[in-house]
């Protein structure tokens, strides 16, 4: 037997909180499972600047075709400015929700996956709105974030009900405040999707409001 395996504690849910499934409260197991998640979203997160791209016979250009060239990639460092933002945004909500957990089970490695798997395919719906403007685009991108979310939401409502996998102390107004936090990224990119078929740049400007309520979040979540 490992010493990994040695390590691991589990244990039965208690009939008065409701749990049958059985949890494991080992620390190697959990800080694996945190590793591989930052693994993802540092991934995830470098791979935005890769989209980023001259064209071919860039290398033949003068200083002004160059300038002129750099200048124009403009809407491909909109999308990886606004990508960047929502994925770090996303890496500081699982951040601060895994400071929460106290144990894990098979099934949060498993919303943790779909979570990850999410995060993953952020960078090539950051390629489509770099490369179009459309109206398309612009609502696959808001969709990918709203999946992302939802993902997000259904992982945090497994960890905190009935208390399932939090550390003992946690008051009911923080895990609401978290539950909150990911619910309003859903609706910024909703409304960002119904403001495309007025104007997409409006609605991609719409994102920008994803900062405030990530610093909201931030600064005023209490501390148990």
Do not use: C
């Not at 950051?126 to 709203?146: G, N």
């Not at 409502?157 to 102390?169: A, F, S, W």
């Not at 960002?192 to 005023?220: C, E, H, M, Q």
């Amino acid at each position: 037997m490992t010493d990994e395996m040695s390590n691991e504690k589990p244990a039965q849910t208690n009939t008065k909180q409701k749990r049958s499934a059985t949890f494991y409260t080992d620390k190697i197991g959990l800080e694996r499972l945190i590793f591989f998640s930052d693994a993802v979203f540092a991934i995830a997160i470098t791979l935005l600047a890769l989209e980023i791209r001259l064209p071919e016979e860039a290398g033949q250009y003068g200083d002004l075709e160059m300038w002129a060239a750099l200048v124009g990639l403009w809407h491909q460092y909109l999308a990886y400015i606004i990508s960047f933002l929502v994925i770090g945004s996303f890496w500081m909500a699982h951040h601060r929700k895994f400071r929460l957990v106290d144990r894990y089970d098979n099934r949060l490695l498993s919303l943790n996956l779909l979570v990850l798997m999410s995060i993953a395919f952020i960078p090539f719906a950051s390629s489509v709105i770099s490369v179009s403007s459309t109206r398309s685009a612009t609502i696959f991108y808001a969709l990918t974030m709203v999946v992302v979310s939802l993902f997000f939401t259904a992982m945090w409502v497994y960890i905190t009900h009935d208390n399932r996998l939090l550390k003992p102390d946690i008051s009911q107004q923080r895990k609401q405040r978290e539950f909150i936090s990911v619910l309003s990224t859903v609706v910024v990119f909703l409304i960002s999707i119904v403001l495309s078929f007025i104007n997409t740049d409006l609605a991609r400007l719409s994102w920008i409001l994803i900062l405030p309520a990530g610093i909201y979040v931030n600064t005023k979540t209490p501390t148990t």
